[in-house]
């Protein structure tokens, strides 16, 4: 059972937009900064969006984050089959003083 | 940019200790900054991500709870290495392994860098 709720599965079509939700509590997302990590099929996670939306060089505009209370969300526009991989929110517990995942997202595009 | 390098054994049998060693090369200053973490995190197959503990510059340690009384993660910051140490492993220890860097600044904090992982089988 992971800290942090995600929908297990989202889809959509090559070229449309879907967001991917992540749900918290006041002791994680309430209170403390979301990333979010995209996993591609065999391979190591990689840092997305930081700070809630904040995106790493590289990383192209068409990820974005955003954060409300105790939830947040990334998006992604213009999708390509290439985006087709597992995608972690995750974020500081202050009163379990660690770390927490959602249990990720499987995005297929269609 | 920073590269992470896991290393260790493929197999350990029940009831003995995960030993993993992660060598960190690449941007030098980036990996002595005071608002740098070196940790682990692992991944049991077909599963989603488990944070397991993170060591400071300066030694201090963060754990996962549910692994808290299982678990060390110690630094060598001259020689660049962290480590990892899991004892009375069972199967569901079996997992991939990422050692991995985490920024922490204020309120702040994420993981920026992974490795490429090491599959632990607990098996006898």
């Known amino acids: 059972q992971s800290v942090l709720t995600q929908p297990p599965s989202v889809s959509a079509a090559p070229g449309q937009k879907v967001t991917i939700s992540c749900f918290g509590s006041d002791s994680n997302i309430g209170n403390n900064f979301v990333s979010w990590y995209q996993q591609l099929p065999g391979t190591a996670p990689k840092l997305l969006i930081h700070?809630?939306?904040k995106r790493p060089s590289g990383i192209p505009d068409r990820f974005s984050g955003s954060k409300s209370g105790t939830s947040a969300s990334l998006g992604i526009t213009g999708l390509q089959t290439g985006d087709e991989a597992d995608y972690f929110c995750g974020t500081w517990d202050s009163n379990l003083y660690a770390w927490v995942f959602g249990g990720g997202t499987k995005l297929t595009v269609l | 940019q920073l590269q992470l390098q896991e290393s260790g054994p493929g197999l350990v049998k029940p009831s003995e200790t995960l030993s993993l060693t992660c060598a960190v090369s690449?941007?030098?200053?980036?990996?002595?900054?005071?608002?740098?973490?070196w940790g682990w995190i692992r991944q049991p197959p077909g599963r989603g991500l488990e944070w397991i503990g993170i060591?400071?510059?300066?030694?201090?340690?963060y754990y996962n709870p549910s692994l808290n009384s299982r678990v060390t993660v110690s630094g060598d910051t001259s020689r660049r290495q962290i480590s990892l140490e899991l004892i009375s492993v069972a199967a569901a220890d079996t997992a991939v392994y990422y050692c991995?860097?985490?920024?922490?600044?204020?309120?702040?904090?994420?993981?920026?860098?992974w490795g490429q992982g090491t599959l632990v089988a607990v098996s006898s």
């Open positions: 690449g941007d030098s200053t980036t990996t002595i900054k005071n608002n740098y973490y």
């Open positions: 060591i400071s510059y300066g030694g201090t340690t």
């Open positions: 700070d809630n939306s």
């Open positions: 991995v860097t985490t920024v922490r600044v204020g309120n702040s904090i994420y993981i920026d860098f």
